[in-house]
């Protein structure tokens, strides 16, 4: 027997394989139009201090299979924009030893694959406070709201068309 999972991915994609050509393009610019209204509602809840939050929220529409992704699509561990994550989820408080060793041309020693301790130039624990979420990417009722304005419009316009 077949995952669940596989055989609900199989059945979605034959239902939007029968899409006919008209309702395909119909839902393709209501999705282009919904993703540009949520990414102006994320834009307007970022925390804004230099911008680079705010500026880095994108949409990334898939129109052969009909997706849209709004907010980072593309953030990765390494990315400047990492802390978009502890805005999101908050902060627990915490605190955290911190070192810095002396170097020997130019690499840190080991001994038995650990560091020297004698090579500690300086140690101090670094505290801080916790922060609570301030949610602007994942905003649910913003877009339960967006989606039931558009799903009346987008019905109206599809049996208009395929009446025609």
Known sequence: MANSNVANLEANLAFWASIEPEARKQLATELGEIGLEILAAQQQAAPFETGLLRNALTVAQAIDGLRVRVGYP????????????MQE??????????????????????????????????SDTIEWKARPARPFVHLEERFEQVLNGVQDRFWDAVLRNTGN
């Open 74 to 85: 593309d953030l990765k561990k390494k990315d400047p924009r990492f802390y978009a994550i």
């Open 89 to 122: 989820y908050g902060v627990k408080a915490g605190e955290k030893l911190v070192q810095r060793r002396r170097r020997v041309k130019g690499k840190l020693r080991l001994l038995r694959g650990r560091k020297r301790v004698e090579d500690i130039v300086w």
